[in-house]
């Protein structure tokens, strides 16, 4: 490849990830940041009074973005880059990286390769001490540093909120599903204050509700059209759970917002990842919206000895390879 050539592709690429944001849009406008998977099964919720509803906003491309969070033992986030280059055929689309609340955001953090889409997954706090005002400075900061970033980026705020781990869920803030929509409103106000017009909103709970009550329904968080420009969810298997029993029920919230699993991986056990990894394939054939998945792709997960890792088995690599050879995980 000349090197005219490679400059090219780079900014095709950056020019197809800019569309892919902007046109999966709606009408929005506690430790440091290392990752964990922290969704836990669990039975499904109760039917509750808020749900998304048909957003009229333009559909996005077809093809599914295939990313990750990227951090493993013994590499730099470079070499890992160029590991999984080399294992996949092409770069992960979308980088995943982690902030605590009081990160400054992008500071230390490896800067994407050419052509990846950035989402950044900035922890919460209680919801009090955004609705009090004595937050606003901060927030207007970091809303400015993803404003002087100046290319489309993904920010998923405060996931998981109807888990019970995350002192920013419903749990830990006197069950007040409430108080989640009003600071995720009162966010989304002052990135707009601040200009932060290149910045996608991602809506991310967990695949299920923890505890499973009426009070906690998932559909009681949903800030509401106006506030959410994609839907996530997070769900891991263990290894008995399939794709449909992890996904199907944030997917099924009843909107035509773009989706992505914000964050997945399956356990390295046997043939059966491999199966799974599969079954997700034929997961994200059957459900349209789905524009992007990201894989928690990692050893250094904390308080776990369990690697996410795609190449922790061949039979794994060799399964997530033939996903990312599909040309509809080639968004």
């Known amino acids: 490849m000349t090197g005219r050539t490679g400059r090219l592709r780079a900014t095709l690429a950056a020019l197809l990830a800019a569309v892919l944001v902007l046109s999966g849009c709606g009408t929005g ?3 440091g940041g290392a990752a964990e ?19 009229p906003s333009p559909k ?7 990313g990750a969070y990227l951090d493993l033992s013994g590499h730099t986030h470079a070499q890992a880059e160029a590991l999984r280059r080399r294992q996949l055929g092409h770069p992960y689309r979308i980088d995943q990286e982690f902030f605590a609340w009081k990160d400054s ?12 889409l950035l989402m950044v997954s900035w922890r919460g706090t209680y919801y009090r001490q955004i609705l009090d005002g004595s937050q606003d400075t901060w927030i207007a900061e970091q809303a400015d540093r993803l404003r002087r970033y100046g290319k489309p980026v993904l920010l998923r705020w405060g ?14 803030n006197g069950r007040n599903p409430a108080g989640f929509v009003a600071a995720w409103r009162h966010l989304h106000a002052i ?46 298997s263990y290894g008995t759970k399939s794709p449909d029993q992890l996904f199907d029920q ?22 059966f990842a491999a199966r799974w990894v599969g079954q997700l394939r034929q997961w994200v054939a059957e459900h349209p919206r789905t524009r992007a ?36 995980f080639q968004g």
């Open 105 to 116: 955001l992008l500071v230390g953090s490896p800067e994407p390769e050419p052509g990846q």
């Open 250 to 271: 944030v997917y099924g919230l009843g909107t035509d917002k773009p989706f992505m699993l914000a964050e997945t991986g399956v356990r390295a056990d046997g043939r």
């Open 37 to 55: 998977p922290s969704g836990r099964d669990g039975g499904s919720s109760a039917a509750a009074r808020r749900s998304p509803s048909a957003s």
């Open 293 to 328: 998945v990201i894989w928690f792709d990692t050893d250094t997960s904390q308080g776990t000895a369990l690697s996410w890792r795609i190449d922790a088995t061949p039979q794994l690599l060799a399964a997530v390879r033939a996903m990312a050879a599909d040309p509809r």
């Open 191 to 236: 990135f707009a204050q601040q200009g932060a017009t290149n910045v996608r909103w991602v809506w991310g709970p967990n695949r299920n509700s923890n505890p499973d009550a009426a009070w906690n329904d998932v559909r009681r968080y949903y800030p509401g059209d106006r506030y959410v420009d994609w839907i996530a969810v997070s769900g891991y």
């Open 29 to 31: 406008g506690s430790g």
């Open 60 to 66: 996005a491309p077809q093809r599914v973005m295939l």
């Open 159 to 172: 996931w998981e909120m109807n888990g019970d781990w995350f002192l920013w869920g419903g749990a830990a």
